[in-house]
């Protein structure tokens, strides 16, 4: 099942020259060719897999279905369930691996866009209605891969030389690169499956140099392999190797920036590869106290927590009154979506005993709205499920000590396996729903 | 069948695969045009980063790589010890290289204006910290060249 077979009817196309890129033999190195180009793909496919995976369930951690937690329009609801609380590690889990996947992917797609560069210049450009379906597929295949990986890259740096806004267009991005992976899959699964059984999965490593030549023709398709090889100078194995290497150190970046501790020095190049100090409140911000427009004196001795009930006011708080109450402790992560994560042990009110206290027992959901005036993600709304959670909570210290500003005084949201925006920092009000 | 194969130039599943392709791919694009506010740009992200990389980016490197080649090897493309030392040349410069590539905006201090006061991070760091690596790099891959260049020598 391939267009590369050649016995179709041929469209009729304007010709290419023979010259520069289009030139028979233009492209000399034997390494290329359908194994190495299989080879490539088979490892980049499970990576791209879980890397897709775990990015719609991203999406679906955000529970779009509720309030203004959805970014944007998303056209279809993609999700059919509501986000678990448990195990508390969940989202460090699912969204570390996203980073970790995207990032080893990065140096084998390169790798197999080298390998298969011929195949941009070939001749004659269209050789039947399939092929050229084929090739608009590749298209939007390869400028979808690169745009999201380029996009997400760029995101995890807190970088956005793009102007649009990243979240819809990564999640629209990869609809565009998963479509085209698909038509490709079907198009190429047979160059796979022949490439391996003629040369064998692994067999083309073991060549050392003077046994390195160009690859055998596949019977009846056109392949990347050379017409007019230049001798190797390096081998396959060398090749994969080096492409092994780089794809396993930036995944030992992002598991660094994910597990943390003596582990988060591995991250060295990524920007949350540093351990903040040894102080209570030493670990990682996501967004400062001063990088946003609270003044002081809302979170000084005037602050009050606000509750709220199907519209009617309820009790107005203040820290001391809090402090008051039992707390409960718990050691939680916040997990980024940018891939970091840092656990800490907290204390605070159970979401259910404020629910309790605002008349709002069994609630179908809460709204818990920041200080903040600006800034999409100043509020979230959790389900059912998250605020009956026995270890959510409203935070009033960590690791034994008050809150600091930039972790959220005077009081911050904190659910198991919530993505970290969605803890809500600086607690204003909370709106519940029954 | 055989006339669908001859006249399409592949089976119908094929065909099928690249209708949904495409189909999925339009409705991404319109969804994505509505929603980020700024649609010339994604079409200048997506062509752009098909175009830079394909027409630029990989030539460049390869075209890197040949001339190596060509200095290293001139005159003498079977000597081993020659190609044993372009290869130890190439191994860490393809990894620092990708390394810069993924990581530019750290290495180059690119983010946001707003980074270190909303992160409480340091932009600084990472320039010397790529340099570091490159020279672990080198230097590491000229010592292990060194020692086999002893056995590469003997053989020949």
């Known amino acids: 099942m391939s267009d590369d077979r050649t016995d179709s009817r041929p469209i009729p196309v304007p010709p290419l020259p023979d010259a520069g890129p289009f030139r028979t033999g233009y492209f000399k190195s034997p390494l290329r060719g359908p194994w190495l180009s299989s080879l490539l793909s088979s490892a980049l496919l499970p990576l791209i897999v879980i890397c897709a995976l775990t990015g719609f369930l991203s999406h679906a951690a955000y529970q779009p279905d509720l309030g203004e937690n959805g970014l944007f329009d998303e056209g279809v609801d993609l999700y059919f369930f509501d986000w678990p609380t448990s195990p508390a590690w969940l989202y460090a889990a699912t969204q570390g691996l996203h980073i970790i996947t995207g990032l080893a992917a990065i140096p084998i797609l390169l790798a197999k866009l080298w390998a298969v560069i011929p195949q941009l210049f070939e001749r004659p450009a269209v050789r039947s209605a399939a092929h050229l379906f084929e090739r608009l597929g590749l298209a939007l295949l390869v400028s979808g891969a690169l745009f999201v990986f380029a996009t997400g890259v760029l995101n995890i740096q807190i970088y956005y030389p793009f102007g649009f806004s990243f979240v819809p267009a990564h999640y629209f991005g990869s609809f565009v690169f998963l479509a085209g992976l698909v038509l490709h899959v079907v198009s190429k699964v047979g160059v796979m499956r022949d490439a391996f059984r003629q040369q064998g999965v692994l067999a083309p490593l073991r060549d050392d140099l003077e046994h390195t030549e160009r690859e055998p023709d596949l019977e009846g398709r056109r392949t990347a392999v050379p017409g007019n090889p230049a001798p190797a100078t390096m081998t396959r194995r060398l090749l994969i190797g080096t492409v092994g290497a780089g794809s396993v150190g930036l995944a030992a970046m992002g598991t660094g920036q994910v597990v943390g501790g003596p582990l988060r020095n591995l991250a060295f190049l990524a920007p949350r590869g540093e351990n903040a100090g040894d102080g209570p409140n030493d670990f990682m911000v996501n967004k400062s106290f001063e990088a946003v427009d609270i003044r002081m004196e809302e979170v000084g001795s005037s602050w009050r927590l606000a509750l709220e009930t199907d519209g009617k006011p309820g009790p107005m708080l203040s820290r001391d009154d809090l402090m008051g109450m039992e707390l409960i402790e718990a050691d939680l992560p916040i997990a980024c979506v940018e891939g970091w994560s840092t656990t800490q042990r907290w204390s605070g009110i159970r979401l259910t005993e404020l629910a309790r206290m605002a008349g709002a027992e069994g609630a179908a959901e809460v709204e818990v709205r920041s200080l903040q005036k600006g800034g999409v993600l100043r509020k979230a709304t959790l389900t059912r499920g998250q605020l009956e959670a026995p270890d959510s909570m409203l935070a009033l210290k960590v690791n034994g000590v008050d809150l600091s500003l930039d972790h959220g005084f005077p009081a911050r949201l904190i659910v198991p396996a919530l993505p970290g925006v969605h803890n809500t920092k600086w607690v204003k009000k909370m709106v519940f729903k029954t | ?156």
Not at chain 2, 1 to 10: L, N, P, Q, T, V
Not at chain 2, 100 to 108: D, K, N, S
Not at chain 2, 129 to 140: E, T
């Open chain 2, 1 to 156: 069948m055989k006339r669908f194969r001859y006249e399409y130039g592949d089976s119908p599943v094929h065909l099928l695969a690249a209708l949904v392709c495409f189909a999925v791919s339009a409705w991404a694009l319109v969804q994505v045009f509505g929603a980020v506010g700024m649609p010339l740009n994604v079409v200048k992200w997506l062509v752009g980063s098909l175009v830079l990389h394909d027409l630029i980016l990989l030539p460049v490197y390869a075209g890197l790589g040949v001339l190596a080649a060509r200095v290293l090897l001139r005159g003498r493309p079977r000597d081993r010890l020659r190609i044993a030392a372009l290869n130890h040349l190439r191994v860490p410069a393809i990894l620092a290289a990708t390394a810069f590539l993924v990581w530019y905006p750290m290495i180059l201090a690119k983010s946001n204006p707003g980074f270190e006061r909303t992160t409480g991070l340091t932009k600084d760091a990472y320039l010397g910290r790529w340099l570091l690596l490159c020279a672990v790099l080198f230097v590491g891959s000229a010592v292990i060249f060194a020692i086999r260049a002893r056995g590469l020598r003997a053989k020949a």
